[in-house]
């Protein structure tokens, strides 16, 4: 009978040193990945806009997932931990990251570097009830500025001097090549815009939303802001019956029948309105606060500003 051979003792010698190996080089791989220089950005939009800026000059992590709600997102202790670890953080602020802005402060007192993008884009303030602002919040400054392309504009440059100013290891020439390129493509979204909303009439041209989202919009391409079933800034404030017998009777008022709501947000609320003003309300889905998935209509800034220009018109027109 044959007695089976034992492993040679050399390569059972080699086995540890193998293995070793192989640790050793998976630990350089993780200490590349933990050199690479960090930006990390609290919403989605505002992460595509640092994404064109950056290019891969640095590794940019967004926080908020596609079709979440900016005024509700939360973070895990994870995403915590890598707000602190960044070498710069990127936010749109005037509170509309409401749980998120915490981390924020605490990331600056560690020594980050942040930016508050909103307040740096010449930001409006909301509007008295009479042009149909929300009450509570009338004259504190409105964060969704991204609704008008050419503050994005002024954000996707300021952010591009940030990343030269404060993250080491990048390189300037191609962040400036990346911004001006991306600033040509913003260019282009607003003039294709203006000749879009050419095509609606100016009595035509009034908005009821969801909650108050579009007053960038409305201030750069001249529209009027009727209202909004929720009377607010964020999705976390509620509609009161007399908030929306007010809003009922200022849409038969000015002959509105389109109320426009965010596609990441129920629309039970706009729902209501079909009761108050009959079958001939139309609902029309919008992108307004939040980015989808690749592939879903609204998977880049861009996408998602040329789906809602087209939704609009469409609404407003009636097409």
């Known amino acids: 009978m044959t007695t089976p051979k034992r492993p040679l003792p050399r390569l059972r010698h080699l086995l540890p040193a193998l293995l070793a190996l192989v640790l050793a080089a998976a630990a350089t791989a993780c200490a590349s990945t933990d050199d690479r220089p960090r930006v990390v950005v609290t919403t989605n939009i505002l992460g595509d806009i640092t994404r064109e800026t950056v290019g891969d000059e640095a590794e ?49 007192e ?18 008295v009830h009479d042009e149909g602002g929300p009450k509570e919040e009338a004259g504190q400054p409105d964060p969704h500025f991204w609704t008008d392309p050419d503050r994005v504009r002024k954000a996707a440059g300021l ?3 940030q990343v030269i100013e404060h993250v080491d290891g990048v390189d300037e020439k191609t962040i400036r090549a ?21 095509h609606i009439p100016e009595e035509k041209r009034a908005l009821v939303t969801n909650h108050h989202v579009f007053g960038y919009l409305a201030d750069r391409f001249g529209f ?3 209202g909004a079933v929720i009377p607010s800034g964020t999705t976390l404030a509620s509609p009161s019956s007399s908030d929306l017998r007010s809003l009922t009777e200022a849409m038969r ?37 939040s980015l989808t998935d690749k592939g879903e209509g609204a998977g880049t800034y861009l996408q998602m500003m040329r789906a809602n220009t087209t939704a609009m018109t469409d609404g407003l027109t009636g097409d």
């Open 60 to 108: 940019v992590t967004v926080l908020m997932k596609p079709n979440a709600d900016p005024h509700s997102f939360g973070l895990s202790a994870v995403q915590a931990a890598e707000l602190e670890r960044a070498d710069l953080v990127v936010f749109n602020g005037l509170g509309l990251e409401e749980n998120v802005l915490r981390h924020v402060d605490a990331a600056r």
């Open 110 to 127: 560690s020594g980050v570097a942040t930016f508050e993008a909103g307040k740096a884009v010449d930001p409006l303030t909301f509007q």
């Open 159 to 161: 952010i591009a001097d």
């Open 178 to 198: 990346n911004a001006d390129r991306y600033d040509e493509q913003l260019a282009g979204l607003t003039t294709w815009m203006e000749k879009s909303f050419d």
């Open 224 to 226: 009027r802001v009727i």
């Open 253 to 289: 008022e000015a002959g509105v029948r389109t109320v426009f709501a965010d596609s990441s947000q129920p629309k039970r609320l706009a729902e209501v309105l079909r009761t108050e003003l009959g079958d001939q309300v139309r609902v029309v889905e919008l992108h307004s606060e």
